[in-house]
């Protein structure tokens, strides 16, 4: 019998894994080499003088902190959101499903502004808190709002997806089988959905310790209070000192890194636990 070669609608992967990688280079790997490269130029006592200074390592906490916290409260919502878009018919259903988008869509400017005029002590929401004494704009918790704000759609956009692909029947299954509610989310719905929960977890985290437009407006911007990082390598740019912003860049560079290589290990080791 003769064995007819099955062509692919791409060329082979020799020609294809060099693109990649030269097109990965170019894009990702060549900037970040240029920063890692000009921050070890500054020798370790000028690099932990700024990257690791009392101030920087408050806006680091800030925006790593608020970033996972955002993370964490999308991810209950988000679920919640997506559950509801997937698995219920209603009136509006296209309209709420549109929305969510919206923090893709608008200038995080526009969004930083709608946050402030909000949560300000004079805002529709901030003057009821006010007398409850909550303070939203211009604190750490406003970061956070601004973050979750930014931050669902990729929480949604995830699980959505496979939450469609979950079929009722599997939770029928279930409760046939004698599984309480709880049982069946926990035990049935819950892994088959957590790496994509996983993964929004992450692009939302990730996207808010970068986050900068919405934030500067709705954080105040008061040093080891309310400044984030992003913010802090502006100010360092503003006073032409580039070796300090190239420093403050590169330890969030590591830690971001080493934050979303945690997420992807854990993804991993869920997904090969599902398997088995």
Known sequence: MVRTK????LPGFGLTMGMTIFWLGLVVLVPLSALVIRAAG??????AEVGLSPRALAAYRLSFGAALAAAAINAVFGLLIAWILVRYEFPGKKLIDAAVDLPFALPTAVAGIALVSLYSENGWVGSLLTPLGIKVAYTPLGVTIALVFIGLPFIVRSVQPVLADLGRDVEEAAATLGASRAQTFGRVILPAIAPALLTGFALAFARGVGEYGSIIFIAGNMPFKSEI???LIITQLEQFDYNGATAIACVMLVLSFAMLLFVNLLQAWRAKRGAR
Not at 42 to 47: A, H, P, Q, R, V
């Open 42 to 47: 500054m020798g370790w006592d000028g690099f």
């Open 229 to 231: 990082a992003p913010l």
């Open 6 to 9: 099955r062509r692919s609608a």
